[in-house]
């Protein structure tokens, strides 16, 4: 692999993606930010962009420096310093906004569903973009040679296809370490004060998942929540998802073990109530519900983890609706259960 060219290209990248016009990567380059690693070298980079855009980015790319190779309604290509760019044009049919091509023999022809919509954005390295989503990715080399006959699917992409769907594999795995019983959630708007209190639409949602009986690193616990279904809520109203990829504002994927930080129990409760009491202290009875659900896990637990290692860079497409989002992982060994604490509002 040439890792100049790889740099090069990595650059050249970065420069398109920041045009300030909505792109998306597809192909070879939208598998490697997905999985975010540089599989192999790759020929060229293709795009996807809107059709509306095409006059604005071939000027863009001009002052840029970069030649015109191909322009039509159909598709633009050009080139600088060695590197091909190719942006496929788009649009939306009416009245289901669907996403079709946009000229050339075949437009109006629908792309696969979920192409561009609601998908997380690549990462590699600290570089993120914008790409295509990796089912329509995969239904595109599948299904190529069905479309157009006379181009024959190639190695590189049987190999493709299977490393992404290892990867959504991997991605839509449950783990059965922990066993899930339950929760509580104090939506604290539901608890009078005599008056109109400051409730702020806050909420306290916990789930309890009870430890296996063979001996388990705190790690492998953690491992093990992150991969079960129960963590597959984005706590806005869409619940549990079994092919969730969003987990409160931010996508799941993006949450890894790393992300979380110990901390102290005395430190959790402080986080905990200075967020509760931020308008005032709260209810009687929601104090007394407070001290079950939660007070009582952090006190009893023989660590504590807090979720500090994301943030709104790692929000998903509509992340960053809550006003404060606070996570903590309780493991209480002696009582055979973790507990994981989601305090936030809408």
């Known amino acids: 692999m040439d890792a100049q060219r790889t740099e090069r290209q990595l650059s050249m990248i970065r420069e398109v993606r920041d045009l300030g016009l909505q792109l998306w990567l597809?192909?070879?380059?939208?598998?490697?930010?997905?999985?975010?690693?540089?599989?192999?070298?790759?020929?060229?980079?293709?795009?996807?962009?809107?059709?509306?855009?095409?006059?604005?980015?071939?000027?863009?790319?001009?002052?840029?420096?970069y030649e015109v190779l191909r322009e039509d309604d159909q598709q633009l290509d050009v080139v600088r310093d060695g590197e091909e760019h190719g942006f496929a044009f788009v649009t939306r049919r009416r009245p289901d906004g669907r996403v079709v091509v946009a000229g050339g023999p075949w437009a109006g022809t629908p792309w696969p569903e979920g192409?561009?919509?609601?998908?997380?954005?690549?990462?590699?390295?600290?570089?993120?973009?914008?790409?295509?989503?990796?089912?329509?990715?995969?239904?595109?080399?599948?299904?190529t040679p069905v479309w157009v006959p006379?181009?024959?699917?190639r190695e590189k992409d049987a190999v493709d296809v299977a490393r992404l769907e290892a990867a959504l594999a991997a991605l839509h795995a449950t783990d059965d370490t922990l066993v899930h019983e339950g929760g509580a959630f104090l939506n604290f708007r539901t608890y009078p004060a005599g008056e109109e209190w400051g409730h702020g639409s806050r909420w306290l949602h916990?789930?309890?998942?009870?430890?296996?009986?063979?001996?388990?690193?705190?790690?492998?616990?953690?491992?093990?929540?992150?991969?079960h279904e129960q963590f597959r809520d984005d706590y806005a109203g869409g619940g549990v998802l079994p092919q969730g990829r969003r987990h409160g504002s931010f996508w799941r994927r993006l949450i890894t073990p790393a992300a979380y930080e110990p901390v102290t129990s005395d430190a959790a409760a402080r986080l905990l109530r200075t967020w509760a009491d931020q308008?005032?202290?709260?209810?009687?009875?929601?104090?007394?519900?407070?001290?079950?659900?939660?007070?009582?896990c952090l006190a009893a637990a023989g660590t504590v983890l807090h979720l500090t290692g994301v943030g709104e860079d790692d929000f998903h497409d509509w992340g960053g609706v809550h006003g404060e989002f606070h996570e903590l992982v309780a493991i209480d060994r002696t009582a055979g259960h973790l507990t994981l604490l989601v305090a936030a509002d809408d």
Not at 150 to 153: D, G, I, K, Q, W
Not at 279 to 296: I, Q, S, Y
């Open 26 to 65: 597809r192909g070879g380059w939208a598998m490697d930010f997905w999985l975010g690693e540089v599989t192999r070298e790759h020929e060229d980079v293709d795009w996807f962009a809107w059709a509306g855009d095409a006059e604005r980015l071939r000027s863009l790319l001009v002052g840029r420096g």
């Open 279 to 296: 308008f005032g202290p709260v209810p009687e009875a929601l104090g007394a519900d407070l001290r079950k659900e939660a007070f009582a």
């Open 150 to 153: 006379e181009r024959p699917r």
């Open 115 to 143: 192409l561009l919509d609601g998908v997380e954005p690549g990462r590699l390295g600290g570089l993120e973009c914008p790409v295509a989503s990796p089912e329509a990715q995969i239904e595109i080399k599948r299904m």
């Open 206 to 227: 916990t789930k309890r998942f009870r430890l296996p009986a063979a001996p388990v690193t705190d790690a492998r616990l953690l491992a093990a929540l992150l991969s």
